[in-house]
């Protein structure tokens, strides 16, 4: 073995192998020119590859895809091989290439990416880049990985890095030394890495630390996030253990689906039933996707299954909404943990507040549960928690009994700003409300729903917007010439991305809409074209009336088209226009009032606007929600209630994640009553902020939602007096 001397980092690691280095460009050239003369996508490797990655990428994986995941494999290898091997040069480097086993750690995982090796001249690069140099004991590929794992990518299987400062405190925690310990998702392993470190600097003898590291078990279904933790692993071990003689332990790193677990891959030769009910502690990051994101309508019938048979299947209406990490949590414990044993998860927060997770929070086979809680987003760009508890199969005690749950509230630092308690509003029929600290139980159980709650609706799904939305080239007697709307197009998902150019159609399909984005509190700021397949008196659709405008029909015909080719496989929606019409959130939008008052679906505040429609409809998008009214101040009462800080305060308590929706209605607002002197005064307060932010909006036209909150505040506050006299009494 060798000894080396200045410490690489994963950033590090980043900067001399990452998708700009000029490392990873030279492979990624010889690799594409080898592949595109001598292979193709039929290839074994190749249809192997596309196999086992299907389940997380569904329709993306490519030729590029493969090739970015080939370069990576290859420099990970090249760096364990310079790292653990006493090389002459290139010609001993191919010779140990040729072995898929390092000191004994068997990694069948590289074979789909062995149809070809770095030339000479890589390694050599890649070995000057590394040579007399150590490498930090840390999750040492994590910056890399998630590099080569765009953030687009990550979303769509759900992998998102767990920060080391928060790893540590999790695992200083739960662990004592020796437990056996899995987990199930562990990506690059960064669990795994940090638990051997502690392993390591403990005080007790070599012999005891290598039985407790042989402990430490992780599953993944990932082949590359394998790859990567089990050379994180083998180049920790050359940091840590003695030279001479030098042999690694076994590592515990298997290729397979923890909820559904059998080897992927037969080289690994593992009887998982053996690791049932086996384990102390269950630690991780499972991944944060729900049913709807999974590319794979068998499996997201298996998921349902699994909801079921563990009794957290939420009603049908949120059945889109299933959590991952909520399956996780249970199967997993059930799968894996001894009687007693402890879970616990990094895990999206509307697992406690979410109302698709009311029989999740029922904890039906835990006790003992505990949450950390953080008052901002620091680790992540989606509110978490985390989240342990105690696997007690035979728990028959009441939910109620679970209640409150011991909860730390933590600061970026991981420092506790506060020890407090969470219960529910309700706890009933084996369903558990959102969790709150109990504080604000103590007022938020008596608030009452507003009867406004029923007569607001969400807008339309006007998507995909690429192919409604549009921008004006030219207007014609009666009709028009579009094209894209290249803000709409810059902002879309790559499957959606497709840009039409001159197109006509008969101005009467021109309606007019708005974004979350355009909306400010107190001003829809601007307003934007889509094209929409109906009648512009009563919105019906009727393809053979549609067909005697022949460029409309021409348009949503060749729109319709690309809508069938591209959805995905899982949606049983027939038409375009049904997904415009989805739950006729479109066509039920012809008979409102005069007035219209909007409010965003989702964001870290509430803002809300009044419209006037008596002259000119709009159509309200389903980032929206809409109130139609004949009452001028009535529109403006509401929109001053909905605009107060106050109410965004309240929500934050009880709402998921940054969807919105219908939560303002769990507060009492009362139905306007002119005679009310608090109600008329909301109005007027409504009215001259309304002014207020128009001139504002003059002067400024790029003035944000924030800024209008800054230069106002005095004036927002004002309206929280009012709120609570009128809402909160």
């Not at 596309?50 to 420099?75: C, E, M, R, S, W």
């Not at 895990?347 to 999740?360: M, Y």
């Not at 002067?699 to 230069?711: Q, Y």
Request: aromatic share 14%.
């Amino acid at each position: 073995m060798k000894s080396k001397n200045q410490e690489i980092t994963s950033e590090e690691i980043e900067l001399l192998f990452g998708l700009d280095s000029k490392i990873y460009e030279d492979i990624s050239v010889c690799f594409t020119t080898y592949f595109e003369k001598f292979h193709n996508e039929t290839n074994q490797e190749f249809v192997e590859w596309k196999n086992l990655f299907q389940p997380l990428y569904g329709d993306i994986l490519n030729k590029d895809l493969f090739l970015k995941h080939t370069v990576y494999a290859q420099i990970l290898k090249t760096i364990l091989i310079i790292n653990l091997y006493e090389l002459e040069g290139y010609k001993d480097f191919i010779r140990i290439l040729e072995t898929e086993s390092f000191f004994g750690v068997y990694i069948p995982e590289f074979r789909i990416f062995n149809w070809i090796s770095i030339e000479e001249s890589h390694f050599t690069a890649i070995m000057k880049s590394i040579e007399e140099n150590s490498f930090k004991k840390e999750d040492l590929f994590h910056s890399l990985y998630q590099e080569v794992i765009n953030p687009t990518t990550r979303h769509i299987i759900g992998e998102f890095y767990t920060p080391t400062i928060l790893v540590k405190k999790m695992i200083n925690y739960v662990y004592n030394i020796g437990d056996k310990v899995l987990d199930p998702a562990c990506g690059s392993g960064s669990f795994i890495i940090e638990l051997m470190k502690m392993i390591w600097k403990s005080k007790i003898s070599d012999e005891k630390k290598i039985k407790a590291i042989v402990n430490i078990y992780g599953f993944d279904i990932n082949p590359l996030a394998v790859i990567t933790a089990k050379c994180n692993i083998i180049l920790l071990f050359n940091e840590l253990l003695p030279k001479e003689p030098f042999n690694l332990p076994r590592i515990n790193v298997y290729l397979l689906d923890s909820l559904f677990p059998k080897s992927t891959n037969n080289n690994d030769d593992i009887d998982v039933s053996k690791y049932f009910h086996s384990f102390d502690v269950v630690i991780g990051n499972p991944p944060w996707l729900t049913y709807k994101d999974l590319h794979s309508r068998s499996y997201q019938n298996q998921i349902r299954g699994l909801a079921d048979n563990v009794d957290i299947k939420p009603k049908s209406q949120y059945i889109t909404h299933i959590e991952l990490g909520a399956i996780f949590f249970y199967v997993i414990a059930q799968k894996y943990l001894k009687n007693g044993g402890i879970i616990f998860f990094v895990i999206t927060k509307s697992v406690i507040n979410g109302d698709h997770c009311k029989k999740f929070r029922a904890f039906s086979c835990f006790e003992e549960i505990e949450i950390w809680d953080f008052p901002d987003i620091y680790f992540f760009k989606i509110d978490h928690v985390c989240l342990k508890a105690k696997y007690a199969p035979r728990n028959n005690k009441d939910i109620k009994s679970k209640y409150p749950i011991k909860t730390q509230i933590l600061d970026r630092k991981l420092n506790i700003i506060e020890n407090t308690t969470y219960s529910s509003i309700k706890i009933q029929d084996g369903e558990v409300s959102m969790l709150l600290p109990s504080k604000e139980l103590e007022y938020l159980t008596e608030i009452r729903y507003s009867t406004y709650k029923s007569e607001f609706n969400q807008g339309a799904t006007l998507v995909p917007r690429t192919l409604v939305f549009f921008k004006v080239i030219k207007e014609l007697n009666n009709h028009l010439i579009i094209s894209s709307d290249s803000d709409i197009l810059s902002r879309s998902k790559k499957n959606w991305r497709f840009d039409y150019q001159k197109k006509e159609i008969e101005s009467k399909y021109r309606f007019k809409t708005f974004l979350n984005k355009d909306l400010l509190p107190l001003r829809l700021n601007i307003t934007r074209d889509v094209f929409l397949p109906i009648n512009k008196e009563d919105y019906s659709f009727d393809i053979d009336v549609l067909k005697k405008d022949p460029l409309a029909f021409d348009f949503y015909s060749s729109m319709n088209k690309i809508y069938m080719e591209r959805k995905k496989g899982t949606s049983e929606i027939k038409t375009l226009f049904d997904n415009l019409n989805y739950w006729n959130k479109l066509t039920k939008q012809v008979n409102v009032g005069s007035f219209l008052v909007v409010y965003n679906a989702s964001g870290s505040n509430l803002k809300s606007a009044v419209i006037d429609v008596s002259e000119n409809k709009i159509i309200i998008g389903s980032e929206n929600y809409y109130f139609s009214t004949e009452l001028e101040n009535e529109a403006y009462y509401l929109a001053a209630i909905l605009n107060a800080p106050i109410l965004t305060k309240y929500i934050k308590l009880i709402k998921s994640s940054r969807h919105i929706h219908k939560r303002p209605f769990s507060f009492p607002i009362p139905k306007y009553n002119e005679k009310n002197k608090i109600h008329y005064k909301l109005a007027m307060k409504g009215k001259i902020l309304t002014s207020l932010v128009y001139d504002l909006v003059y002067n400024n036209p790029k003035i944000t939602a924030k800024k209008i909150r800054l230069i106002l505040h005095k004036k927002f506050e004002k309206l929280n007096e009012l709120t609570k006299q009128a809402v909160f009494k």
